[in-house]
């Protein structure tokens, strides 16, 4: 890829020095002009499923509705910027029009708005965070797992415009040969961001794409590529629009995406096998290997995509590979990743050294190994899906956006959800403290840090990645609470989250074992906490918002099968 020319060039109205090197990938308007037409208005009787009515007619209390009027400042802001003479880019957010709610909901709006980024006129994304008190580094970018809470605040506010434009310029992003120095990455990487360039000189706009090259460690994103077929999904969904998916151009995206994670290889297992630093936790954290967080998103993307292929040849060779291993991956997380009080135990009587097809602890993983705290983590009632499993090594950290995104892509079953939902309401202190949502529990600390972590001085105990608590997730929580029918849980989060959000200007993500001080190295207003607070909050108002994000029990799926008889003590 070659490297750009040191230039001054204006990014969403700023000017800045940019010496960074990295691809540039001009998209020509022509090239994408037909795939940009907006969809022909399409009138569709919406017939909700079993699982969408029972939560949709859920009894959710709230209190009484009217119009939302904090103070004749708020009044004035709001007035200029959503109403219908004085929009800029995104209309009224429908739940104001009727409904109370929070004062900050105005606010989260605002300041979402700020955040689009333009190519060529036409918004594509939201900016990682809009903090000029700080070096920008790479959040002046368009991260793609950091636009997901956007894309989905702006599909439940009618807005669906952004989001098509986003899927096909990483879509396009994805065509072009991708290197980091001399070795070439697989035809279906997705970009981990992009960033708009433009040139006053030449008046002329590029975008320019980090597939890990730019990135700590230099290691591609593993999570993107889900990311992508998950948001195409809901963005058919909530609109109803299946032309954007069934485009060739779409089709082959996703295919591309599934050949790299289907490609046979020396693995025994079904899981996928990456390095540290793939996804959100994106610094060495130990969790290479096969990551919950990974393992969770793959289960989903196969299901989203079986759901967007097309019965075609081509189509139809993917998903008869991807039903396969639909089967082989559920029993193998469902078995060996899941951890309540009775399998907890089965491991500490495990013996080791077995061979033969007979074999109990079939990762030879020693008993002494287990960590002292998860004794006392484990309720009586309650589960969770572990970190990692892989040969003679268990992490029985939990990790929230794997547990979540397992209650939402159904990996986990109805009866496991349910036990993941008690696991958080009975360690309440400990996962949500004062600010939701620890992003993993509990934190490395002293010699374990130093050795886990190389000494990071961003992932110290309780801090960023290690053991820190991040605002985004609370969208995610509050999408599991609701479908597992715990809605007041996610009430409860949010109004933890509305004391503090506006008042500390949308931190990133916050320190210490309850979440009570604000991230030494946090960036202020932080897209994708004003993002998730914004989805976690229309979800509650309108569960039925769900659907674009949850998928039902594959009642087609072979019967979850038990695991060989433990040794007990």
């Not at 077929?229 to 995406?257: F, H, M, V, W």
């Not at 060495?284 to 079986?306: H, K, N, S």
């Not at 374990?448 to 990071?456: K, L, P, Q």
């Not at 109004?495 to 074992?513: I, N």
Request: glycine letters at 6%; charged letters at 25%; aromatic letters at 10%.
């Amino acid at each position: 890829m070659s490297p750009t020319n040191t230039t001054d060039v204006q990014q969403n109205g700023i000017m800045k020095r940019d010496n960074s090197s990295g691809s540039i990938f001009e998209i020509e308007d022509s090239d994408l002009s037909r795939l940009l037409e907006k969809p022909r208005p399409i009138n569709i009787e919406r017939k909700r499923s079993f699982e969408e009515r029972s939560i949709s007619e859920m009894s959710i209390s709230s209190p009484p509705r009217q119009f939302y009027r904090n103070n004749e400042n708020s009044s004035r802001v709001f007035d200029s910027i959503y109403s219908p003479g004085g929009r800029s880019g995104i209309s009224t957010p429908r739940s104001f029009s009727c409904v109370e709610t929070h004062p900050i909901v105005a606010e989260a709006w605002v300041a979402l708005q700020r955040s689009i980024v333009h190519f060529r006129g036409q918004p594509v994304g939201t900016i990682a965070a809009l903090d000029h008190s700080s070096e920008e580094l790479n959040y002046d970018q368009v991260f793609v797992r950091d636009f997901v809470p956007s894309a989905l605040a702006f599909l439940m506010n009618g807005e669906p415009e952004i989001v098509k434009n986003f899927l096909l310029k990483t879509l396009r992003l994805q065509s072009w040969e991708k290197k980091v120095d001399n070795f070439t990455l697989g035809a279906g990487v997705m970009p981990a961001s992009f960033k708009v360039l433009h040139d006053p000189l030449k008046n002329n706009e590029t975008i320019i794409a980090d597939f890990g090259e730019c990135a700590i460690g230099r290691v591609a994103p593993v999570d993107s590529g889900f990311w992508w077929i998950i948001l195409l999904r809901a963005y058919t969904k909530s609109t109803g629009d299946n032309s954007l998916a069934e485009l060739p151009e779409c089709q082959r995206g996703i295919r591309k995406i599934m050949t790299l994670c289907l490609s046979e290889g020396f693995d025994t297992f079904p899981t996928l096998l990456c390095a540290d630093g793939c996804s959100m936790i994106d610094r060495r954290m130990g969790v290479y290997g096969y990551p919950i967080e990974i393992q969770a998103l793959f289960f989903m993307a196969l299901r989203c995509a079986l759901l967007l292929l097309k019965n075609d040849e081509e189509g139809k060779d993917c998903t008869d590979r991807i039903a396969k291993r639909l089967h082989a991956l559920s029993f193998h997380m469902r078995s060996y990743f899941w951890l309540d009080i009775k399998q907890l135990n089965d491991i500490y009587c495990y013996k080791t050294e077995e061979y033969s097809h007979t074999a109990v602890n079939k990762f030879n993983v020693m008993p002494d190994s287990l960590p002292d705290w998860v004794f006392d983590f484990m309720p009586s009632r309650g589960g969770y899906f572990i970190g990692n499993v892989s040969p003679a090594k268990m992490d029985f950290r939990w990790f929230c956006l794997g547990n979540c995104i397992a209650i939402l892509s159904s990996l986990a079953t109805p009866e496991q959800a349910s036990a993941i939902m008690d696991l958080i309401e009975s360690r309440w202190e400990e996962l949500v403290g004062e600010m939701p949502l620890k992003i993993c529990y509990p934190a490395m600390e002293n010699h374990e840090w130093r050795i886990v972590t190389g000494c990071d001085p961003k992932n110290t105990s309780w801090s960023y990645h290690n053991g820190g608590s991040w605002p985004v997730l609370i969208w995610l929580l509050t999408a599991a609470c609701i479908k597992s029918g715990r809605p007041q849980l996610a009430r409860r989060a949010i109004e933890l989250a509305e004391s503090r959000l506006l008042k500390d200007h949308w931190p990133e993500y916050y320190d210490g074992k309850l979440g009570r001080y604000m991230g030494k190295q946090a960036r202020k207003n932080q897209t994708w906490s004003i993002a998730g607070y914004l989805v976690a909050k229309m979800m509650l108002e309108d569960p039925s918002h769900l659907g674009m994000i949850s998928l039902e029990e594959d009642k087609q799926m072979k019967p979850h099968m038990k695991r060989s008889a433990s040794w007990m003590c």
